[in-house]
């Protein structure tokens, strides 16, 4: 006869087991928390203008994650003190460092996605 600390014993070693293999069986995927903000002076958001069909509008997105950008066309990025990664229409995905200020006042990008990593 198996003794009561015994059965405790493989009773918890068989949970530990179990919820191991779960833990391993399960992909870990990257937790999205990207939050669109109110712009505010002295916050080193990522900011976005843009336009699309004669609207234009500024936006400020903050903490790491990703999030559609409606095919926006893109004036200008602040980046902040965020690293960047906006997809275009076109399928090509371009970086932008922290700390970088860039316009397109000829050719603006068509933006799809925007991902702060």
Do not use: Q
């Amino acid at each position: 006869m198996i003794s009561k600390t015994k059965r405790i014993a493989r009773s918890v070693a068989v949970a530990f087991a179990a919820t191991a293999a779960v833990t391993m069986a399960l992909p870990s995927g990257n937790a999205y928390a990207i939050d669109h903000v109110e712009c505010r002076g002295g916050e080193n958001f990522l900011k976005i203008w843009s336009h699309l069909d004669g609207r234009s509008s500024v936006d400020c997105y903050a903490n790491g994650g990703r999030t559609s950008f409606g095919g926006w066309w893109v004036d200008r990025i602040s980046t902040g003190n965020n690293d960047l990664i906006y997809y275009d229409e076109n399928g090509d995905s371009v970086r932008v460092n922290r700390w970088t200020d860039i316009t397109f006042p000829n050719r603006p990008p068509k933006v799809k996605d925007i991902e702060i990593i």
